[in-house]
């Protein structure tokens, strides 16, 4: 399979993406995918043999998507606190702009098995990116946490969402500042 590097890759994972908010994972087509994407089939099955290879490189699209928006967000930020919110706005507005409608009732076991795949990867990726700006925790400046607790408690909290959309994202985002210790209130992330 080759690498999915191209304009052509990215069109036909967003096409998939697409598709599977719009019908779940479970009802997904290889042909739907090439219609939407504008390809041939025959053109999605070299770059994608097998409808498991597509869900995989979704999978991934969307771990390095989600690393790349929030490696912005906490860069055009210079202080640990400042990093620390732009990351929870980030989390909750990536979730809102990337979720499905209805992700529980279109797909249940999908839709929890890929939020529990992706739980460890973001945790990562938090880690690695904040750093220090876990510090900004009052339970890990206290070490009752560390950075990776801390990390995996407020991603729980974002993918709450997910699950139950909350109806008032902004007093959700609130909650969760709260939690981690973040007292000022910018205005949210918009993921691009």
């Known amino acids: 399979m080759m690498a999915p590097t191209s304009a052509t890759a990215d069109s036909i994972l967003q096409a998939a ?9 479970g009802t997904l087509t290889m042909s739907a ?5 504008g390809i041939s089939r025959p053109t999605l099955y070299r770059w994608f043999p097998t409808k498991s290879d597509l869900l995989a490189a979704v999978s ?4 390095t998507q989600f690393d790349m928006g929030l490696q912005v967000v906490v ?3 210079r202080t640990r ?6 990351a929870l706005c980030y989390l909750i507005t990536y979730l809102d702009e990337s979720m499905m409608p209805d992700p529980i009732g ?3 076991a999908f839709a929890l098995e890929s939020i529990a795949r992706s739980l460890q990867p973001h945790v990562e ?5 904040l750093g220090d700006a876990f510090l900004e925790v009052p339970a890990v400046r206290r070490g009752t946490l560390s950075k990776d607790q801390a990390a995996e408690v407020l991603l729980r909290l974002a993918y709450s969402h997910y699950l139950i959309p909350h109806p008032d994202t ?3 985002l609130a909650t969760i500042r709260d939690f981690a210790g973040i007292t000022r209130r910018p205005a949210r992330v918009r993921v691009s």
């Open 17 to 25: 993406r697409k598709a599977m908010a719009e019908r779940g994972p």
């Open 81 to 86: 606190r400042d990093q620390l919110d732009a």
């Open 60 to 63: 991934a699209y969307e771990e």
């Open 125 to 129: 990726i938090l880690v690695r990116l």
């Open 75 to 77: 860069d055009s930020q």
């Open 33 to 37: 995918v090439a219609t939407a994407a």
């Open 170 to 172: 902004d007093a959700l």
């Open 106 to 108: 279109i797909d249940p």
